[in-house]
């Protein structure tokens, strides 16, 4: 087990003074698969007083001090410990009425949702594993900490952090588990929608997506009904509209604008336009971000480019601007993959090559990379007002159609050629 150096200091710090700690939950994990953890948690029988005591001489977050965490900044990094719980009653398939420090490590694993997310590890006693997650782990195999429908009806956030974990991890949900997940999902109605959202990004981010998030296709009607629908949308070649936007979806690459705009491209199966409007409603209702939801919707209501030469590419990029015209490419490639067509896929991988190299030779895609200007024109005698601007969009056309270059020499005699001629449209 390679555990950081600065989390080693605070769990020999712990145990220096008298107390119990460990490492648990999505890291110890997330180790024994052989991936790096994006940050390590600290379980222990200490107080938070004692925590704070016992860290006096560093940087401490106290914002979740009432659900016994604190973080210690060391090496520029936020570790939070967290006093050893045990939870009573839950009232709203959210949150539990009270939490009760222990002093047990196994009282606060029981609390956990899945076995695999309830181990223990510490450099001076090992691994503690009672739920057998090691070895769930193991055969790949997702099963929650005792009863699921017990453990669904306390907190029904853990029903779409199951369906994460299958998508993300390849883990099998086990028979009573993925029962319990669909029997359960009417609850997920109790969940804050942002916290959904979250859960449904990092699904669709996984490897197994399509697979786990059709199979789980009820758990998202209670979520996105728009796509349960889609499900019965059947092309009598190649299935469920549902399945080829998963699929898309997931590979379609980062970021996560680009997912959901393949997981929405035909959610309205009338047209374009009309998924564009569905899609921009569906993300309102999650609540996304504005930038998110604004670039996933253009990008579902752009058809699809006709001209995939270097000078239709360039009119892309300026039109849509570099980033999403990338992002329409890299969609249609998805789409025509999901859909089974590998020599139109192929065609969209040439067009995303291409724009790679005309982002690194930097080609003029915008108004502002050309290299003249409007005080350059006006200089050659075109009085300022809409001629002017004619004059500087015509330019710009034709630096994009690779009739003229883009260099202030040229610029200037092809303008010049035009203003002589009165050839300005």
Known sequence: MFIPDYTSAILRRLEDAGYEAYIVGG????????????????????????????????????????????????????????????????????????????????????????????????????????????????????????????????????????????????????????????????LLSAVAVERISAELFGTLAGPYAEKYLHRFKGVLAV?????????????????????????????????VWLRLAALLEHVDGRGRKESAELAGEILRRLRVDRHTRENATKIVGEPEPDDLSRAGIRRLMAKLMPTLAVGRLKLCRASAEAAGEPEKADRYARALEIADDILLSGDCVSLSMLEISGDDLISLGVPPGKKLGKLLMQLFEEVLEGKTENTRHALAARASDLIAKDNIS
């Open 27 to 186: 890291c110890l994990r997330d180790m024994m698969l052989g991936l790096t953890p994006k940050d390590y948690d600290i379980a222990t029988n200490a107080r938070p007083s004692e925590v704070l005591a016992l860290f006096a001489g560093y940087k401490t977050i106290t914002a979740g001090i009432k659900h016994g965490t604190v973080g210690v900044v060391t090496g520029g990094t936020v570790t939070e410990i967290t006093t050893f719980r045990s939870d009573g009653e839950y009232a709203d398939h959210r949150h539990p009425v009270s939490v009760e420090y222990s002093d047990r490590i196994e009282d606060d694993l029981s609390r956990r949702d899945f076995t695999v997310n309830a181990m223990a590890y510490s450099p001076k006693r090992g691994i503690v594993d009672p739920f057998g997650g090691a070895e769930d782990l193991k055969n790949g195999i997702l099963r929650t900490v005792g009863d699921p429908a017990a453990r669904f009806s306390e907190d029904a956030l853990r029903i779409l952090r199951g369906v994460r974990f299958a998508s993300v991890y390849g883990l099998e949900p086990e028979p009573a588990t993925a029962r319990a997940m669909l029997e359960c999902a009417c």
């Open 223 to 255: 979520v996105l009904p728009e796509l349960a629908e889609m499900a019965s949308r059947q092309d009598p070649v190649r299935g469920d509209m549902l399945k080829r936007a998963l699929y898309a979806a997931s590979v379609v690459g980062d970021p």
